[in-house]
């Protein structure tokens, strides 16, 4: 059990840990029925009384929370603090201030008391340790960490570990990689994106990142660690073992990958119940897609039930990786939001499978951007991949337009427009990465 941070939790038998989430559900349903005025409107309203949740189904008779909700009770302001309606514990317990990105909107903000951080720092250190982290690493982290809590929770849980912990923060690209060629840093916990910038940076240092000390890259942010051709790219690249991790600001770390032999992300299911629903709100078989409902089971400054994370999935079964965890997995990590699948011409396209195509193809830089427009002559929306031709690979451009149109129409069943610039054209995102542009009006 070398692999695993918590063995008695990790390989708990399924019906001890089935029994185990549905009391800390119960005993989290009761606490914030107490202490959070959204969530006793809510259980009112639906009449439900926590003490007298049992089941599963018990459970999914409760009503999921929306990130608007969340947002609306902390508009809400009562004025002695900035969580609105949703803080459960007195002010003076607070901690930590995070905030999500706000990318899809207003950003919400996140109090944390010391017990969650706690928590927080052994969610991550279950997912650093899966991945190999040890005592004797030294964990080069590339960001200034702001408000955002995902990597000063890993800074903490390596922290927690005993690994030494490198902060990056102002610092341009090329002083990071000089960084962490001179400290030999052996673990790098970043984006996808990033740890693709930092592999460019190093090339024009005249620096092969494959050959510096780095043996892992811990990936948080985006789903690309999970999409085959971005993994392959990474870890041919920097010649590292390349991991994934899942979780928001709302929920906390609630997947991760390992060592054993399934390309996919185990729920933490410990520390979180995980459902996987179907448009209904129905569960999903295992073999099946659907989104993700999330409740961390032990939050407690601002803790939130079923909340709705509007991740895809295919689930599995907990017996598909040889690990040992008794933890069900997502088959092939997170598929992408609910809100980033995009209807093109009648066909639902996911940037996901537009990353694999293009992070297979070597004739191409693993930058691009898709660009959706409005109708054209023949009454179909255009959809076009800006990518930037390899200055090292002299296939000729109509070679790699064909390569990439045929790749992509097989993938994602549309037929796109493919433009190509020369490497280093476009921009390089520095965290998460929006890749996808529809400039499509909304009038029809």
Request: with cysteine; aromatic share 8%; glycine share 8%.
């Amino acid at each position: 059990m070398a692999g695993m941070w918590n063995p008695s939790l990790e390989t708990m038998p399924r019906e001890r840990l089935e029994r185990r989430q549905r009391r800390k559900f119960r005993e989290q349903a009761q606490y914030v029925y107490e202490n959070v005025p959204l969530f006793r409107d809510k259980l009112d309203r639906a009449g439900i009384d926590p003490e007298g949740i049992e089941t599963f189904d018990d459970i999914r008779a409760v009503p999921t929370t929306t990130k608007g909700e969340l947002r609306r009770a902390q508009a809400t302001e009562d004025g002695d603090t900035p969580y609105g309606d949703l803080l459960a514990v007195d002010p003076a317990e607070v901690r930590e201030y995070h905030r999500t990105s706000g990318t899809t909107g207003t950003p919400l903000r996140q109090a944390e008391s010391g017990r969650d951080w706690e928590w927080w720092s052994d969610c991550w250190a279950t997912v650093l340790w899966a991945q190999g982290v040890r005592p004797d690493d030294r964990v080069f982290v590339p960001f200034s960490y702001g408000a955002y809590v995902a990597f000063w929770a890993a800074h903490y849980a390596c922290e927690r570990i005993g690994a030494e912990v490198v902060p990056g923060g102002n610092l341009s690209s090329a002083e990071r990689v000089e960084r962490i060629a001179d400290l030999e840093a052996t673990v790098i916990v970043t984006t996808p994106t990033y740890a693709l910038r930092l592999a460019e940076a190093a090339e024009r240092e005249g620096i092969d990142p494959a050959a510096t000390s780095v043996e892992r890259i811990v990936c948080a942010g985006e789903p690309g660690a999970s999409v085959p051709g971005t993994k392959a790219a990474l870890e041919t690249r920097w010649g590292a073992s390349v991991y994934d991790h899942a979780g928001a600001t709302e929920t906390g770390a609630w997947g991760y990958s390992c060592d054993g032999d399934s390309l996919g992300l185990h729920f933490n299911e410990a520390r979180f119940l995980v459902e996987v629903v179907d448009d209904d709100g129905s569960p999903v078989e295992p073999g099946e897609e659907g989104t993700l409902v999330v409740t961390p089971l032990d939050r407690h400054a601002q803790p939130y039930l079923r909340f709705e994370q509007r991740d895809r999935v295919t689930l599995e079964a907990p017996d598909v990786c040889d690990c040992g965890r008794t933890f069900r997995i997502a088959d092939g990590g997170i598929l992408g939001r609910d809100d980033e699948f995009i209807t093109v011409n009648g066909v639902l396209l996911s940037p996901t499978a537009v990353e694999d195509v293009v992070r297979r193809t070597d004739a191409v830089t693993d930058e691009y951007r898709v660009v959706i427009d409005d109708h054209d002559e023949k009454e179909l929306d255009a959809v076009t991949l800006l990518a930037e031709a390899a200055p090292q690979n002299p296939t000729d451009p109509e070679s790699i337009e064909r390569t990439l149109r045929r790749r992509l129409k097989r993938a994602c069943g549309l037929t796109f427009r493919i433009r190509l610039r020369d490497a280093g054209v476009l921009e390089r995102p520095e965290r998460k990465a929006n890749r996808v542009h529809d400039r499509r009006s909304t009038d029809g």
